[in-house]
């Protein structure tokens, strides 16, 4: 499987920019910013460790959470392909509630 990337905000006490990358075993965000926690900045979600993944907010702008098995969610707003994202968690068999 290629990489995909998708430009997103993590939603940490703001909005945070960064990238998710997808590659074959899980999506990984990554960020430069310091102003965000280092077990953020390089968080990777293993597919297997995905509970499942659906449509949210982040004040007016659509979001996406990811629940992991662990119970933790992380929200993100991606800005583009949006669909190509929850259709890429189908394809690696994450359950996508939308």
């Known amino acids: 499987m290629k990489k995909q ?3 997103v905000s993590f939603c940490y006490r703001g909005m945070l920019g960064g990238d ?3 590659d074959e075993n899980a999506i990984t965000y ?3 910013k310091l102003t965000i926690p280092a077990e953020f900045r ?3 979600m293993k597919y297997a460790d995905i ?7 982040a004040g007016f702008f659509p979001a996406v959470t ?3 098995k662990d119970g933790k969610n992380y929200k993100f707003v991606i800005f583009f392909a ?15 509630n939308s």
């Open 30 to 32: 990554k960020t430069g």
């Open 20 to 22: 998710i990358i997808a």
């Open 66 to 68: 990811v629940h992991m």
């Open 42 to 44: 390089n968080l990777e």
């Open 51 to 57: 509970a499942y993944v659906y449509r949210d907010k």
């Open 82 to 96: 949006r669909k190509r994202f929850f259709e890429l968690m189908k394809s690696r068999g994450v359950n996508v």
């Open 5 to 7: 990337l998708f430009v």
